[in-house]
């Protein structure tokens, strides 16, 4: 059964408005995503009449707050089926997550000589840690490269991924290209290796069912504003038995337990990797984001989104003078298309387009390894949402007509 698309534009407020005279058209998803009334209700019930510092306060409220943080822990666990509470760690972040798994994980654990293998469309994020995690090591960066349909081969996982490869860490879905990686085969290969696999699920987690144990994942990260919840709040998912071995990552309140002049000893998890006060209406709203999303089904989002996308691709492609980066098969990719047009640069592609009211983003995408790897210096990029219409891709398609005219070209 599918949903009402039209129905649930009506919980999302933000996308009810014109801009520059036009009705917004929401294309930029993959950056963030607009937030229903479901989220911004629970959050300001949460500040109405349950704000406090959680684990402090014994008062009412100090135990609200406790309850709306641990019980927003709970849903993000079930959401990502993951063997307990304990697993799940909230940061500000999806980039936070990595950072903390890079530092307190692989900073211990990585030796000079050793392997990390990333995949080439990376987004920084899950790059520039490992750098520096290699270069404070001396362990080696090792590229998974992609075929010329935007994928990985079998040959190409099995050829970089060796007993040397002490991490493996891969987005579950390119924020550029759109590919969705073979991540459950990968961790398979990458363990078979003795290597730890960290997933970035940042761009997967809004678009398909991610469940850390059937992914076999290690950690695994996101944030909460791709999935329609607030900005400033991400999860770091990990392995019980990896997240106790390893040591903190930031010091202070909240994730001691106990302390003298000179050292002290941490809490258990999952408070050992959260000091300081944490971003409760953040989790608050990022678990209503979650009873949102499944009250709609993963798998029903999935298809809908999956409509838009073969449609759009489908419509570009008979442009001539448009070029989509990322792959054709719609097995192999979720809904986000980068694209170029031929003989415009992709900033004046979004600004054009923005003049039409249509949301696009331009530039690298936070990955430029990869658009060198293509040798582009930047593309434009749309990317799709439960909300999104049919009706909203044909004002995208009829733009980029406009885009050509304004730049002078005859068609
Ligand atoms: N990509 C995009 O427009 P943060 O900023 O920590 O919430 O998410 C970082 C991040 C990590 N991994 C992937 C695959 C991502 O796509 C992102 C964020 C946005 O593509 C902003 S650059």
Redesign the pocket.
């Known amino acids: 059964m599918g949903f009402s698309v039209h129905e649930i534009r009506q919980d999302f407020p933000a996308l009810a408005q014109s801009v520059h005279g036009k009705p917004l058209i929401y294309l930029d998803n ?2 963030t995503t607009q937030r229903p009334v479901q989220v911004l209700e629970a959050i300001e019930r949460y500040n109405h009449f349950a704000n406090a510092n959680p684990h402090r306060g014994v008062h009412y409220l100090g135990t609200e707050a406790t309850r709306a943080y641990e019980q927003a822990r709970e849903r993000v666990a079930r959401f990502i089926n993951a063997g307990s509470r304990k697993e799940v760690i909230f940061t500000r ?4 997550a990595l950072n903390l798994v890079a530092f307190a994980f692989g900073l211990a654990q990585v030796k000079a000589g050793d392997e990390i293998v990333l995949c080439i469309s990376e ?1 920084h ?2 790059l520039v840690p490992w750098q520096q995690i290699a270069r404070l090591t001396g362990a080696k960066l090792k590229y998974l490269y992609l075929d010329e349909e935007f994928c990985l081969t079998h040959k190409e996982i099995q050829a970089k991924i060796t007993d040397t490869t002490k991490i493996v860490a891969i ?1 579950q ?3 550029v290209l759109g590919t969705i990686y073979p991540v459950r085969e990968i961790a398979g290969w990458a363990h078979s290796q003795g290597a730890v696999v960290v997933v ?1 699920a ?2 997967s987690i809004p678009h398909q069912v991610v469940d850390v144990q059937a992914l076999d994942a290690d950690f695994l990260v996101f ?1 909460g ?2 999935i329609y919840g607030p900005m400033g709040i ?1 999860v770091l998912y990990g392995r019980e038995e990896l997240l106790r071995e390893m040591p903190p990552y930031q010091f202070g309140g909240d994730m001691i337990e106990y302390v003298e002049e000179e050292s002290s000893t941490f809490a258990p998890l999952p408070q050992k990797f959260e000091a300081g006060t944490p971003n409760v209406e953040g989790a608050v709203g990022l678990a209503a984001a979650l009873d949102y999303v499944e009250s709609i089904g993963l798998k029903q989002i999935a298809e809908h989104e999956r409509n838009l996308t073969a449609y759009a691709l489908e419509e570009l492609r008979k442009l001539r003078w448009v070029r989509v980066h990322g792959p054709l098969d719609m097995a192999q990719r979720g809904p986000v298309i980068s694209f170029e047009i031929e003989g415009c640069h992709p900033h004046d592609v979004a600004t054009i387009l923005d003049t039409y009211g249509v949301a696009v ?1 331009a530039g690298h ?2 990955a430029q390894p990869l658009m060198n790897y293509l040798k582009i210096p930047a593309s434009s990029r749309v990317s799709f949402a439960l909300y999104n219409t049919k009706e909203e891709v044909d004002v995208f398609l009829e733009s980029i007509l406009n885009v050509r005219k304004w730049l002078g070209y005859g068609s």
């Open positions: 993959a950056a972040n999806a980039t936070e987004h994020s899950n987005a879905m390119s924020n970035d940042a761009q944030s504003h791709k991400g983003r995408h936070c």
